[in-house]
Structures are given as structure tokens and as C-alpha cells.
């Protein structure tokens, strides 16, 4: 569609009747000169038509035998002014046939904090040739037709109003109001919020009072928006069924969808278990909500402690580095313990063997253990090791199963881990099939409430972990 222009270079070949080969170019009056035919009319023309043109032209003078093939060889150099607000504006140098898009480009593009995407004239000679609304480009890929000439000026006009989205959409960005203003509608089909958004918040200033609205998408749709608007699209709907995971002996499907309300025990019944293998009596939840509640309550305890040793008083020199290496410890010891991912481990198991009836809630993981006839042992012992379950032994007397303690072993706070997810402590619980046995080390710190912190925070650790730091 390009239409030969004043300076393009034009190649024309003729054979037969006559002959001729010529390259040239289009002069001020927009023709270009063939021997034997004379001056020829390009300009206008457009480039798909120019062999056509040219044929009809010379058969003016050689009616018969004569053949010709003519091609526009290259464009004109022109100078197109971009400005207005644009990174970098002046004068650019391109071909008529370069879109705006590249002239753009040329000058670094809209300034994004300042320039409009929506409203860039094209001007000739002070008046407006065409508009150009980027967005057509960006979500269309429509430009303007519209053939550049030298002295062409494109113009960015200062940014119109924007509105933010963000929140459950796919084009988490600003957006600039059209002509014609931006309603809901627009922006759900700009910003393409995600299957699960069904609400969106929107926060704004009208009238000078700060504004709030908080719409199903349906309403939201035909709501106009004001300049500086912020939308929160949210996922807001209440599930009606939730999802959980079976973990551990069990026949048949490992995951489940049930009603909300579903509670454990009526899961259960639909779950296929083998009596000789699994430990119904020792089913627990691992919960997402529980999980963050240890990560949060272990993070609040490290900070306790990395502060009480990071500024605690000493009064003499000896002290004061003793207490330096303590606090280099425990900086390590802190620095590690902050990866440890809680499982949001929930006992359901009663005293009397029997479940709490808990309602079940999404992403819970139901874990029924495999019955076990071992003793696990580690931690501060000689050897750690798994033995069989012996009903007349106690807590020490699997310590020396193990080869008895370590230098650093404290027995008297042993730590019990039933199959059932509970923790028990001291060496005179009575040890069931199954147990793990962990033995800390004793904490020898200055200050006995920095001793007492840490061995609460390895507490912790093991209950919200299953891990043992």
C-alpha cells in the first residue's frame, strides 16, 4: 500500500521493441525519465500498482513486442518531529512507509509517569492528520494507515487519567481512561481478572472525601471510575466443598471432596483402612492455618531470644565475652532455626483412645500412622538407633539401649513423640509402641531465662517440625 513519494529510486526494465535499463529517481514533480518514452508520473502510485503504471505508459509509445518490468528499489529518507511527552524528543530520521510505532521508538517511547498512550495526534503542516490510540495496537494490533511525509510531527499529549488494578488479575498494571471515560467493564476486559475473582474493592477520592466500594463483578461492570482509583479484585466467594489429603496406611483414593461442615469422623468412614497394618487410633491433621500460627508463634520466640542475649548488661570484661560467644551462637543457632517449616501438626487422639469429631477444613491432611512396633531413640545418645518395643522398659531404659548419654545429654527432659502427633516431656513417661525418644542437650547458659528460651524454642521446634535442632 506504500505510495511512491518525491526522492524514491525506482528501477524500470524494458525489452523488445526497445530496450532499456534504468534506475531512477522520482523528481519534484514526481516523475521519473525513460529513453524513448519520456517523463512517466509515479508519485501516488502505490508500489503494488507501479508495474502496471509503468507498462500502460511506455505501450503508449510502443504498442507492440515491448515487455517492462519496473520496482520500487528503495524510500526516500525523511525527517518526522516527535514530540510532546516523550522520553527523548527532536527530529528522527525513517522512511515514509515507517509506522509511528517506530518513530516512537526512535525517541524512547511514551514517558510513562507523564505522556498519554491513548491520545497521540499526527499532525501535517499544524493540522491533524490522524489520531493514535496505543491500546488499539496493544490489544488489537490496529495502527493508523497513514504514509509519513518530510516535516510530519507526532505529538504526545500529557497523560489522561489511570486507574490500578490489582489483586486475582492477570494484567496487574495501570490503566488510561479513553475519550470517552473508563467503566468497570473496561477494566475487567484490560485487566482479565482471574476465574475465582468475584469482588472488586475500589478505593478512590470523590468530591475530595476519600471513597470506598466494594462490588460483585456483575455491579462492578457498569461502575464509572475516576482518575487515581485503585481496584482490589478479590476472590470472595464461600467454597461450598472442600478439599483433603489422606496420608499415610489406607486403602482406595488419597484425596477427597467434601461438603463444608464435613467432619473427621464421617470422613473416615468413607476412608478403606487394613486393621492389621494401620493405626486408626493414632490419626492427626496436619492444618495450613495451624502452620502458620507455629511459624509465627517460633518467629516471635526467636526474636525474644535474639534480643535478650544481643542485650543483656555484663559487668565485668570476662563477661562481657563470654557473653559476645553466646550471642555469636545463638545468631547461628537463630539464623537456622528460621527455616524451619511447621506442619501444623493437630492432635484429635483423647486419652481413652477415642477422636475428637473436628470439622475438617480445606487442604487438611488426615494422617492415619502405620501401626509400629518400634522404639525410636535419638538425639544426645551414644548410638541412635530403632529397637523393638519392650512394655516392661521405661524412658532411661532405652537411653541405654542407645549406649546410654552423651556428654551434653539430659535425660530429665526427654523429649516423647507419640504416633498420634503428641509431644510428651520427661523420662518418666510411660513409653508406648511406636514412640520416637529424643534426647536434647543440657543448655548451659549465664542467664537461666536464656537457657529456660532455648530449650522452649527446641520445644517448638519439634512439636511444629517433627525435626529436632
Keep these: 500500500d506504500y505510495r511512491i513519494t518525491r526522492g524514491d529510486r525506482v528501477a524500470v526494465r524494458i525489452w523488445g521493441a526497445m530496450s532499456a535499463d534504468v534506475v531512477e529517481t522520482v523528481d519534484t514533480q514526481g516523475n521519473i525519465f525513460l529513453p524513448e518514452v519520456g517523463p512517466v508520473a509515479v508519485a501516488g502510485v502505490r508500489a503494488s500498482d507501479l508495474n502496471a503504471h509503468v507498462t500502460a505508459k511506455v505501450r503508449d509509445v510502443f504498442v507492440d513486442n515491448v515487455a517492462v518490468y519496473a520496482t520500487l528499489v528503495d524510500f526516500r529518507r525523511i525527517g518526522v518531529f516527535v514530540t510532546g511527552f516523550v522520553l527523548a524528543p527532536g527530529r528522527y530520521s525513517g522512511s515514509a512507509n515507517d509506522s509511528a510505532i517506530d518513530f516512537l521508538h526512535r525517541a524512547g517511547g511514551v514517558d510513562p509517569a507523564r505522556g498519554s498512550y491513548r491520545a497521540i495526534q499526527l499532525l501535517r503542516g499544524g493540522r491533524r492528520i490522524a489520531w493514535l490510540d496505543l491500546y488499539d495496537f496493544l490489544l488489537r494490533g490496529r495502527l493508523p494507515n497513514v504514509q509519513f511525509q518530510e516535516g510530519d510531527t507526532i505529538l504526545v499529549d500529557p ?11 492477570r494484567n496487574n498494571y495501570r490503566f488510561e481512561f479513553g475519550p470517552k471515560g473508563l467503566q468497570g467493564s473496561d477494566l475487567i476486559a484490560f485487566a482479565r481478572p482471574l476465574p475465582g475473582a468475584t469482588h472488586a474493592l475500589i478505593t478512590g477520592i470523590r468530591a475530595s472525601e476519600p471513597f470506598s466500594e466494594y462490588e460483585i463483578l456483575s455491579a462492578f461492570a457498569r461502575t464509572p471510575l475516576a482518575d487515581l482509583d485503585r481496584v482490589t479484585f478479590q476472590a470472595d466467594a464461600v467454597a461450598e466443598q472442600v478439599t483433603v489429603q489422606i496420608v499415610g496406611s489406607f486403602l482406595g483414593p488419597s484425596v477427597y471432596v467434601a461438603d463444608r461442615g464435613t467432619t473427621l469422623k464421617q470422613l473416615l468412614d468413607y476412608v478403606r483402612i487394613d486393621p492389621s497394618l494401620a493405626d486408626p487410633t493414632a490419626v492427626h491433621l496436619r492444618r495450613r492455618r495451624v502452620a502458620l500460627q507455629q511459624k509465627q508463634s517460633l518467629d516471635e520466640a526467636l526474636d525474644r531470644l535474639e534480643r535478650n542475649v544481643l542485650t543483656a548488661v555484663a559487668e565485668t570484661r570476662g563477661e562481657a565475652d563470654i557473653r559476645r560467644t553466646e550471642a555469636d551462637l545463638v545468631s547461628r543457632y537463630v539464623e537456622r532455626a528460621r527455616t524451619v517449616l511447621p506442619q501444623g501438626v493437630v492432635v484429635v ?117 517433627n525435626v529436632f535442632i
Excluded: C
Excluded at 365 to 392: H, K, L, M, N, Y
Design 159 to 169: 497523560q489522561r487519567a489511570m486507574v490500578t488494578a490489582e489483586g486475582e488479575v
Design 349 to 465: 487422639a483423647r486419652q481413652d483412645g477415642s477422636i475428637v469429631d473436628l470439622r475438617l477444613e480445606e487442604g487438611d491432611e488426615v494422617v492415619i500412622p502405620q501401626q509400629s512396633q518400634t522404639i525410636g531413640i535419638g538425639g544426645e545418645v551414644t548410638v541412635p538407633q530403632t529397637v523393638v518395643f519392650d512394655p516392661s522398659l521405661r524412658v532411661r531404659d532405652y537411653i541405654e539401649r542407645a549406649g546410654g548419654l552423651t556428654q551434653r545429654g539430659d535425660a530429665d527432659k526427654t523429649i516423647v513423640r507419640r504416633t498420634n502427633g503428641q509431644i510428651l516431656i520427661g523420662d518418666d513417661v510411660k513409653v508406648q509402641s511406636g514412640d520416637e525418644l529424643i534426647v536434647p542437650p543440657e543448655i548451659e547458659f549465664k542467664v537461666l531465662q536464656n537457657a529456660s528460651d532455648f530449650f522452649a524454642i527446641i520445644l517448638s521446634i519439634a512439636v511444629a517440625a
